[in-house]
Structure formats: C-alpha cells, structure tokens
C-alpha cells in the first residue's frame, strides 16, 4: 500500500461526514446524528465503523438502497414496549429514537424494551448502549446484519455478525461498556485488512470445503457468493465452544427479528432474487434498565467498580503488565485520538477525495 497516512482532527472528519450525509440528502440535523455516531467508532480505535463505513452509506443512499431521510413510526406501544419501523431510513437516526424511547420508557415503568424492523446498518452498537449509560441506567444493544456467519458444523454464512452490547454506569471514570460481534472477527474488520491490504488469521473464516481463508478480498467475495463464511465465537466446531457464539448470534437474530415480525438470515441480503439490490431491512433490539427501580445509583456504581478493580487486580499471566475490563482499552484510544487524530491511510484517502468532488466539498483542504 503505497502513500502516506495521515491523522485528520476529529472536528474536521465529523464536519466532512456530516457535509456528506447532507450532500446526499440527508437532512441537517439528522446529518449531525448519524456523523456523532460514525466519529465516535473512529474515537474508540474502532476502524471498521468510522470514517470507513462512510463510502458504505453513501454509495447505498445514491441508488436508494436506503433512504435519506428517515421516518421513524410507532407502530405499536405498550407502557414499557414499544416496536418501531424505520421505513428504510438511516439506522444511526432510527437507532438514537429507539434507545431514546426505552429510556424514557426505563423512567417511568423501571425498564423500557423497544424492537426495530426495516432499519439499516447503525454504526457501532456500543454507542446506544452508551446512551442509556449515560441516562445512569444499564443499556443492552442487538441488531442482525447481513448474512456472513456460518452454523456450527456448517459453512454456508446465514447470520450475521450480530452484535451484542451491555453497557453500565461505575463509581470510575470509564463505564463498563461491552460491545462484540458473535463472530471471531466481524465484515468490517476484513474491510479494514482489504484497505490496509494486508490478510486476516488463520481460524476468522472458512471456505466451502472448511479450509481456512485469510485473503480479505476473497472472503468479502466470498461473503456474497456462498464461498465464503465466517465463525462464530469459539471457531470452527464445537470442541472450544463454536456452538456457543453460533447460538449468542442466532439468540440476537431472534430479538431482531421475531419480536417485530421483521425479516431474518438469508433475506437480509440486500437482494431480490434476480440479483438486483433492495432494501436491507435490518432488525434492531434495544433495552434501558433503571438502576434505581431496583438499588441506589451510588451503591449500583460502587459494587460493579468492585467488580471491575478485582478483576484487574487478580493475578496476571506471566509477561503480562495488565488485565482490562470491557471499555477500558477504548477509553484509553478515546483520549489519545482526540489529541493526535484520526488516522487516515491512502485508500481511504482515495474514497474521501471521490465523496468530496462528486458533491463538490471544496471547503475542505486535506493534506492528501
């Protein structure tokens, strides 16, 4: 990978995507929404939801894959539920709405659970669970995405990578806040290594014969073909626990799913059966917990800080300076990003630079 990498300020990154977002339609302050969440994947070191899945949306709102401005209906309500459709639009915004919704829910009922179907892909999942965090509730996030993770004994992708987060308020500085997909490694990260043009390991993804593949582009090739899948959590079998990540995915396709009569496996391909694309129609799951429904915030904070000091403090392996708990490790990149900014290799350089001259964004002068 010939060329340079460069480390943008994390304002400017967030204004150009935000002008992006507006450039094709998105409304203003909707562009804001969905550039908060995008930037805050890229603050948490986390490459592959960042300014990296930007060219993703864009390229989806040109042809209409997804729509630009987003319709988020209640379609049916309960005290402490509630299922909404998010008619195509933007899943950054319709998720935000949603985890509003059962935080206001959480408020007054003790707990608030809300089911989204016909949304699109919504960035890194932590950043709802996040949200209740910062409400000081506990905050769970689920969504189904498109088809790349094989069943166990199996090597046809038919789930998505899944993602599960829980997030919780500390007497810390950082929150506990988990957010993993139920696959070893998730799409994006092999759309990160096919940018950085470099391989996966040995153990990520499988073939039609259960061999191993580690070249980035034949598996996203492959993704879309049959040819190639991805393991779940645990890899391939069921010896050190394969059934286990292929069952914490199925588990989050059914809160995804089955809840709000949405669509699930193979039908969250993108598209119909000649091929041509169509609506992702993506599912989504969140839920807001009321700490103080059921304890005092302050002795909340304190037994899960506890929890958290044990862990780190119990005996290390040998060689090993420190033992972290969820959250910490991004925390950490959060506050070494925001001082030196986010980097920004040549490939992703050259997607940038077509965003910016087809919607002509020459307010911006990058160093690329």
């Not at 209640?74 to 539920?81: C, E, H, L, N």
């Not at 909340?300 to 708990?325: C, M, N, V, W």
């Amino acid at each position: 990978m010939a060329g340079q990498t460069y480390y943008l300020p994390v304002d400017t990154l967030q204004h150009f995507m935000q002008d992006v977002f507006i450039g094709v339609g998105v409304p203003p302050a909707d562009a804001i929404l969905c550039s908060q969440v995008l930037i805050a994947s890229d603050l948490r070191g986390i490459e592959s939801h960042g300014i990296g899945r930007l060219k993703m949306y864009y390229d989806r709102i040109k042809v209409r894959q997804q729509e630009p401005v987003t319709q988020v209906e209640i379609v049916r309500q309960a005290p402490a539920t509630a299922v909404i459709d998010g008619h195509n639009g933007m899943g950054m915004v319709v998720g935000v709405r949603a985890m509003e919704l059962a935080i206001e829910k959480a408020r007054q009922y003790g707990m608030g659970s809300v089911a989204v179907r016909n949304s699109n892909h919504f960035g890194i999942d932590g950043y709802y669970a996040r949200m209740a965090i910062q409400a000081g509730m506990i905050g769970m996030s689920f969504t189904n995405a498109r088809p790349s993770i094989a069943p166990t004994f199996g090597v046809q992708p038919m789930l998505g990578t899944n993602p599960i987060a829980f997030g919780c308020p500390t007497d810390e500085e950082c929150p506990f806040l988990f957010d993993a997909a139920t696959s070893i490694t998730q799409r994006g990260k092999f759309e990160v290594l096919q940018r950085e043009e470099k391989d996966g390991r040995p153990g990520w993804a499988i073939d039609q014969q259960g061999n191993f593949l580690i070249d980035a582009n034949q598996v996203l090739a492959g993704l879309g073909k049959d040819t190639a899948a991805l393991l779940p959590l645990g890899g391939a079998g069921d010896e050190f626990g394969g059934h286990k990540g292929y069952s914490l995915a199925t588990m989050v396709e059914i809160l995804c799913a089955s809840l709000q009569s949405g669509v699930f496996l193979l039908d969250l391909l993108g598209l119909d059966a000649a091929g041509n694309r169509q609506p992702f129609r993506i599912g989504h799951f969140f839920m807001a917990i009321h700490i103080e429904s059921f304890t005092a915030l302050d002795d909340f904070k304190k037994t899960t800080g506890d929890i958290i000091r044990q862990l780190r403090q119990s005996h290390k392996a040998p060689g090993q300076e420190r033992i972290y708990t969820a959250g910490e490790k991004e925390y950490e990149t959060e506050k070494r990003v925001r001082q030196q900014g986010v980097p920004v290799i040549p490939n992703l350089q050259k997607a940038m630079k077509v965003m910016q001259s087809e919607l002509n964004l020459t307010q911006y002068q990058f160093p690329f």
